[in-house]
């Protein structure tokens, strides 16, 4: 879809994952975890989907005519697309898929039977999350402002074949929603299902206009659910934005949020940030939430302090945004399972732990990380020999694995453990770890009107 937005010719290859060529070895040398899809740019492979839409976004941001700019450039615009691609993969991504895995997944290409209670839990999950979708497009035209970019486009994922699963709340849910929806219609964009078990876009274009693109594509069957554990302790969203910060050199004021009374939950954080989550950022009035976006949003405006977070360059952007994609869809969701079964069920829920699950978030971590040993034999860091924001967005549970009696992070590998020994030991953590959030927020003296809510 992104190819067809801008215009561009490429080559279709096609993988057939039923006979396995997506698991054989000289495919894992392009994706070492087995995934589609996959770009080859005259030599130049990319894979993640979301990395590959950006990069392709960027690179002809200026060579198309009068066609959408994807990605906006202008400071502010592109932390609110940030921010909104977050709420994409975040809020509406999971249930979607969940929906469509159940309700026609399952019954077309499993030869499974729907458990109707799950398939009514998803949708019930995605209802809400429309909820809050229905109050942002109340304000403006389209998730990231009044553009078209490519979180919307994002939602063509597997928004349109909700309803193939018996779904219709992107047409019932709301008038706004409903509207939002019409206009993509209207453009004349369509997606067409191939015989395999998902969407597979199909644009006619001639190879022998000689883009140079090969574009392998299948979509993939993994429910990912990216979480942030939001407190006022260096965990979750609230350690990566501390120790962005903290690597800028960027002093802050810190306001507290009393989660337990549900001060998240009121009518007036509900405007800052309207699915009642910390963290929020307010940048001299400028409201900003999503984690991801908030240090991407900080890495960028402060590009000319301290180490450079986000790589300028269009090929190294293109890797770290393959790096960045990979921690959120592929090793976030387990390391959250860990979590959330080993420390936060016994100490937070008053739950006696699951040990079998623990067991199996365990173990899919630790297949995960062999692909990541792999990587990390070739270069420094994940996005290549500098450290980036994808190496930092895994301090979000990393460190707490230990505490679910999971060392992997330090037994693993030899490559794996010099990456986190390196990662760990960054000043900025080390004194957000032992001292806490506040010794990072520097001289609130100095005239910074930096907030952030955790």
Known sequence: MTLAELGLPFTFVPVDLKAGQHKTAEFREKQPFGLVPVLDDNGFTLYESRAICRYLAEKYASSQGPGPTLIPNEPKARALFEQAASIEFAYFYPYAHGVYIEGMGKPEYFNLPIDHTALEAHKAQLSEMLDVYEVILGKQRFLAGEEFTLTDLFHLSFGPCLELAGCHLMTTKGPNIARYIYMRKQSGLTVSFDGGFAASMTISRSAAQGSGIDY?????????IPWSLLNARPLGGTATVTVTLAEKGVPFTFVPIDLKQKEHKTAEFLEKQPFGLVPVLDDDGFILYESRAICRYLAEKYAAQGPKLIPTELKARALFEQAASTELATIQPSMLGVYMEGI?????????????????YKSQLSK????????????????????????????SLGPCLELAGCDLMTTKGPNIARWWKEVTSRPSW?????????????????????????
Request: proline share 1%.
């Open 216 to 224: 392998s594509t299948f979509a993939n069957s993994r429910i990912d």
């Open 344 to 360: 936060n069920k016994p100490n937070s829920l008053n739950t006696a732990v699951d040990h079998s699950a623990l067991g199996a």
């Open 368 to 395: 995960k990380l062999d692909v990541y040993e792999a990587i990390l034999g070739k270069q420094r860091f994940l996005a290549g020999d500098e450290f980036t924001l994808a190496d930092l967005f895994h301090l």
């Open 430 to 454: 080390i004194n957000i770890r032992d001292n806490g959030i506040k010794a990072a927020c520097g001289n609130e003296e100095d005239g910074s009107k930096l907030k952030t809510v955790v």
